[in-house]
C-alpha cells in the first residue's frame, strides 16, 4: 500500500524556513505521535525522536536508524502498513540511544534472516562506554529532558559489520553510500542514495544550533562538524532526512542550510582559538564572544543546545579542562565556601538581605555562585531562595539543556 500522505513534514520545514511559529520539533514529544510520510515508493520518512528512513525493496527494508524504544510499536505498525515484512539492512547513523535503542522491539516484529547491522566501528567503543556509565547517563537524561526518574537502557545491539571511512550497500540495485565525519559523535555516519536523490545527515542536521557543546557528554567537534557539513552540501541532494525534525526538499534551500550552519561552526571554532591564542581565560572567551547576527536564522537558534557550550566544547577539544583562572584548579569545597561567605556577611540573616538585594537587582548568575555555597551550610535557611534563583535563571534561558541543568536545581 502506499501512504496519503497526511502527514507533510515538507510543508512543516517551509513553515519553519519562513519563519513561522511551529510547535518544537525537535522535542521528546515527537516521539509520542509517530508519522509516516512517502517520498516516493521505495523511500519513506519516519518521524519519530530520532527520525527513521525506510528504503523499501519488495517486501524487504534497509533502517536508517530506529529510533527511541519508547516508540519502536508505533513504528513497526506503521511498516508493516507500509508493506514491510523482512529487515534486511539497518543503519545507525550514530550510537545515540535515540537512534539506536528501538532496534530490538523492531526486530522481534519482522523477518530476520538476512539481517546485517551496520554501523562506524567506533559505535562498538560507544557502547561499550555506555555500559560502564549507566547510572551517569540516566541522569543526565533525566536533568536534560526533566523526566520523573533517570532513564538508559542496559544493553545494546551491536552492529555486525563495521566500517572505517566509507561503505557501500547494495539494495534495490542502487548503492547506498555511507560517510564517516565527526561530528556530534566520533562515530557517526551520513548516508546518501544518488537514485533517491537524498541525503540522511543523522544528526549533523536537527534544526537547531547544532548540539557540539552539550555540558554532561564526552567531547563533541565543532569544527569538524562544520567541515562535514560543508562536504555532505556537495551532494547537491533533493531531499534531506535529519536525525531530529522534518525532512527538507529543494536542492538550493539544502545547500543554503548546509552551508550557513557549516560556517556558523567554524566561525565559533575560529574565533574562540583565536581567543585562546590571546591567553584568555575561557571565562573572558565566554563574556567576550557574541555570535554575528547573520547567524540569527530559524534553524541555527541555542533552542536545544546553547551557543556558550559550543564555545567550552572548542575550550575543551584544544586546551583541556583548566579554566584559566587559578582559583578554580582547586577549588574549595562548597560547605567552606559558604562557611567563608557566611562569615563574611556576619550572619545569615545578612546573606539572606543580600542574596534577596541582588534577586531584586535580577543578578541571578551572581547570586547562584553564593547560593551553591551557603546552602551546603545551611539547606533550610536558604531553599526558597535557591529555588527562585535556578527557576528565575531558567526563565532567561532559551536552550533545553540550560534549562534542564537549572530547573533540576529547583526543589518545589
Ligand atoms: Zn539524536
Redesign the pocket.
Known amino acids: 500500500m502506499s501512504t496519503d500522505n497526511i502527514y507533510d513534514p515538507i510543508q512543516i520545514s517551509n513553515e519553519f524556513l519562513s519563519g513561522q511559529e511551529i510547535s518544537n520539533q525537535v522535542s521528546i514529544e515527537q516521539g509520542f505521535n509517530v508519522e509516516i510520510f512517502e517520498v516516493s515508493k521505495n523511500l519513506s520518512f519516519i518521524k519519530n525522536f ?1 527520525n527513521v528512513a525506510v528504503f523499501k525493496y519488495g517486501t524487504k527494508a534497509l533502517l536508517i536508524d530506529t529510533g527511541m524504544a519508547i516508540s519502536s510499536n508505533q513504528v513497526v505498525k506503521i511498516l508493516k502498513q507500509w508493506g514491510i515484512e523482512e529487515i534486511e539492512y539497518i543503519i545507525y547513523t550514530h550510537g ?1 540511544v ?2 539506536v535503542s528501538g532496534t530490538d522491539i523492531i526486530l522481534n516484529a519482522f523477518k530476520t534472516d538476512l539481517l546485517k547491522i551496520v554501523s562506524h566501528e567506533k559505535v562498538v567503543e560507544r557502547f561499550d562506554r555506555y555500559k560502564k556509565t549507566i547510572g551517569y547517563n540516566g541522569i543526565i537524561n533525566q536533568r536534560q529532558f526533566g523526566l520523573p526518574t533517570p532513564v538508559f537502557p542496559e544493553d545494546f545491539r551491536y552492529p555486525d559489520i563495521t566500517y572505517q571511512d566509507t561503505f557501500e550497500i547494495n539494495f534495490n540495485d542502487s548503492v547506498i553510500n555511507l560517510i564517516h565525519g565527526k561530528g556530534e559523535t566520533d562515530d557517526a555516519t551520513y548516508v546518501y542514495s544518488s537514485k533517491e536523490d537524498a541525503i540522511f545527515t543523522g ?1 549533523f542536521f ?1 534544526w537547531s544550533l547544532p548540539n557540539a557543546g552539550n555540558p554532561s557528554k564526552a567531547q563533541r567537534y565543532v569544527g569538524s562538524w562544520g567541515e562535514v557539513l560543508s562536504d555532505i552540501s556537495k551532494y547537491n541532494a533533493e531531499y534531506l532526512f535529519p ?2 525534525g522534518p525532512l527538507i526538499k529543494g536542492k538550493k534551500i539544502i545547500k543554503e542550510i548546509l552551508l550557513n550552519t557549516s560556517d556558523c561552526l567554524l566561525w565559533i571554532e575560529e574565533n574562540v582559538l583565536k581567543l585562546m591564542n590571546q591567553g584568555n581565560s575561557l571565562r573572558d572567551i565566554q563574556n567576550k564572544i557574541r555570535l554575528p547576527d547573520k547567524y540569527n536564522l530559524p534553524y541555527l537558534l541555542s533552542s536545544y543546545d546553547d551557543f556558550t557550550f559550543l564555545v567550552n566544547s572548542v575550550w575543551r577539544q584544544y586546551g583541556g579542562w583548566y579554566s584559566g583562572i587559578p582559583s578554580e584548579l582547586k577549588p574549595p569545597s562548597l560547605f567552606e565556601m559558604g562557611c567563608a561567605y557566611i562569615n563574611m556577611a556576619g550572619s545569615n540573616e545578612n546573606l539572606v538581605l543580600f542574596l534577596k538585594s541582588l534577586l531584586s537587582d535580577k543578578k541571578y548568575k551572581e547570586a547562584s555562585v553564593i547560593i551553591d555555597s551557603v546552602s551546603a551550610v545551611e539547606p533550610d535557611i536558604y531553599q526558597d531562595l535557591k529555588n527562585l534563583i535556578y527557576s528565575s535563571l531558567s526563565d532567561e534561558e532559551s536552550s533545553l539543556m540550560a534549562k534542564g541543568i537549572y530547573n533540576f536545581n529547583v526543589d518545589m
Open positions: 530520532g545515540h535515540d537512534h544528526d536537527i536525525g531530529h
